[in-house]
């Protein structure tokens, strides 16, 4: 489907697109399971569940019909399902976007697949396991509220939300569909792109027996519906690699590079003929866009590129970490732009690919964070680990996405400073993420702490102009303060000329609705907080040593109102105020009496 065109807006991959599926959101049976008994007494052969759910919403939002905020460990779904026509002579696979914290799936009381991590998505090929008419999905989910080792984010241990900690999430909470396949069928793409070569490196995945088959993949190529380029080559194994040459590319004028302000798009259908026969379309999308430190600058696109990005927590009034919709995830988008932001910094949340899809399509750049824990184990370092390496394997593909963000503050490793192996912690991650994507920017512990880091990530949360300015008028001067009582780097690291930018700042609580809550700092009026902003937001903006900030936060969440918005995504203050701000202007509405 071509990018001027909006996929379906339920589709839950627009990224890699196909036309037979069916989403299973909606009415599920569901049940407590607070005694452990599902498993012995095999609930996923035979139960008479007492409850509904409206999957994806989990049970303690508003959406999902159940609305309860004490913890349930254990939860089982169940649903009736019939393939659709279309489904017959295929493969069948059962994609789950996230289920929080460990999943088994049984079809037809045959265990379909187990997976753990709150946060990924994973799939099972069912095919032998379904049948004619109606067939039975039961899914069992484990979470462990109180278990501190366990990549949580923003959830808390606790039942009643409190300070910086929110509602927690447990069971399914992203979309739930299955996928019609033929026998043989393109399993994934990754795209690298190369715009210094004007090339795209486009790697193929496939699944099936290819042996003793003719197979060929045809890749298709277009702009705004005009080709660009097409090319066949024949499949012999399991995975192929190839570049493909844009000779319409440039960057002059119209130019077709990816950014923010030009958030061009390349729309890729991929064709797979088995013995000359088409068996398999999938449509897809990609970015010609390049991220770098040039010299001690960040540069997009090979030109010094200074980002003003906002700090969003993905959290919704009545879906908790689910949007309510993907026009509310749309919007979210539209918000922030309208601020005259041109990125968003994720935070402690995996984010839907509906987020990511948008932020491609309108122009967007976000900084790809994962879901800390709070506590250092070797347990922790497998969970954590594995589950970092699925979340770049998913979103690598999205030219949005600029930077990694694997640890923040230190959660997790509280003792960074003094203990050496959480030092070596972070550095593993920083080099794992760069041996996995090495096209991104990767910060190690995002605030301070900082062992190994392409970015020097400061968190202040200073409200006084005339301090900021002194801090950050040099870059030693800002890598030498200690605005949390932190070092900026642990013993045995320092700063080494990586550019400087101020990550989280301001969180300037401002009442605006019925809302209670807390900030940093706090407003009386409009016209107090626009002054506040304008004081936290230009030393930065205006610094000689600084290259970038990211103002917390997007929208009040819970118990926090510190966002520019209130929490029904609300704006506080006009819009085009704080574009104003942004931009290096005192506002128009300051200016009047």
């Not at 905020?69 to 996230?98: C, I, N």
């Not at 077709?256 to 088409?278: A, F, H, I, M, Q």
């Not at 506080?572 to 202007?585: C, D, F, H, M, Y």
């Amino acid at each position: 489907m071509p990018m001027n065109e909006t996929p379906r807006p339920d589709y839950p991959r627009p990224q890699f697109e196909r036309a037979e599926w069916l989403n299973l959101n909606g009415e599920w049976e569901f049940e407590f399971d607070d005694h452990r008994l599902g498993d012995k007494e095999e609930w996923f052969l035979q139960h008479d569940f007492t409850r509904k759910i409206q999957v994806p919403f989990a049970y303690q939002s508003k959406l999902s019909g159940i609305g309860e905020r004490a913890f349930h460990d254990q939860v089982w779904y169940r649903r009736e399902v019939t393939l659709p026509a279309g489904f017959s002579g295929k493969r069948v696979l059962l994609h789950f976007g996230a289920v929080d914290y460990r999943a088994w799936v049984w079809v037809n009381g045959r265990l379909a697949a187990f997976h753990e991590g709150g946060h990924t998505p994973f799939s099972a090929e069912i095919t032998g396991l379904v049948r004619d008419g109606s067939n039975s999905i039961v899914v069992k989910a484990a979470d462990f509220s109180k278990d501190l080792s366990i990549p949580r984010g923003k959830q808390y241990w606790q039942e009643k939300s409190a300070a910086i900690w929110y509602t927690g999430t447990t069971g399914i909470w992203q979309t739930v569909w299955l996928e019609a396949l033929p026998d043989i069928y393109l399993h994934k793409v990754k795209y690298t792109p190369y715009i210094d070569s004007n090339e795209i490196q486009i790697r193929a995945f496939f699944e099936g027996d290819l042996a003793g088959h003719d197979v060929y993949l045809k890749t298709e190529i277009s702009f705004r519906g005009e080709p660009v380029a097409e090319e066949s080559r024949r499949i012999r194994q399991r995975e192929a690699l190839y570049r493909i040459g844009l000779t319409d590319f440039n960057d002059h004028g119209a130019g077709r590079w990816w950014s923010p302000e030009r958030p061009n798009l390349y729309d890729v259908k991929y064709t797979l003929l088995v013995d000359g026969r088409e068996t398999d379309t999938v449509n897809s999308y990609f970015g010609m866009r390049k991220i770098s430190v040039e010299d001690g600058r960040v540069c997009l696109n090979n030109r010094p590129y200074f980002m003003k990005l906002i700090l969003d927590q993905g959290y919704f009034p009545d879906g908790n970490l689910t949007p309510p919709s993907d026009e509310a995830v749309k919007k979210d988008v539209e918000l922030t732009k309208a601020m005259g932001f041109n990125g968003a910094r994720k935070h402690q949340k995996v984010e839907d690919p509906r987020y990511l899809y948008w932020c491609d399509k309108l122009g967007l750049l976000v900084w790809g964070e994962m879901a800390n824990a709070q506590a250092f184990t070797g347990e922790y370092v497998g969970r954590f680990t594995r589950e970092w390496q699925e979340v770049i394997e998913r979103d690598y593909n999205h030219p949005a996405i600029v930077a990694w963000v694997p640890i923040n503050e230190s959660w997790g490793v509280n003792q960074l400073f003094v203990d050496e192996a959480q030092r070596q912690h972070t550095l593993t991650m920083y080099h794992l993420t760069k041996s996995l994507d090495s096209t991104r920017l990767v910060i190690s512990n995002d605030g301070w702490e900082h062992t190994k880091s392409d970015l020097c990530t400061i968190h202040d949360y200073e409200s006084r102009r005339e301090v900021l300015e002194r801090r950050y008028e040099t870059v030693d001067k800002a890598v030498g303060a200690r605005p949390a009582n932190r070092s900026i780097y642990v013993p045995g690291f320092a700063y080494a000329g990586e550019p400087v930018l101020v990550t989280e700042y301001g969180g300037i609580s401002f009442k605006k609705s019925e809302w209670e809550g807390w900030g940093y700092s706090q407003a009386r009026d409009d016209r107090d907080f626009l002054e506040r902003y304008l004081a936290v937001t230009h030393p930065l903006l205006f610094s000689p040593a600084v290259q970038g900030f990211c103002y917390t936060q997007l929208t009040d969440v819970e118990q926090e109102i510190n966002g520019l918005l209130t929490y029904d995504r609300q704006p506080k203050v006009p819009l085009e105020a704080i574009r104003q701000i942004n931009s290096g202007k005192r506002p128009e509405a300051l200016e009047q009496s």
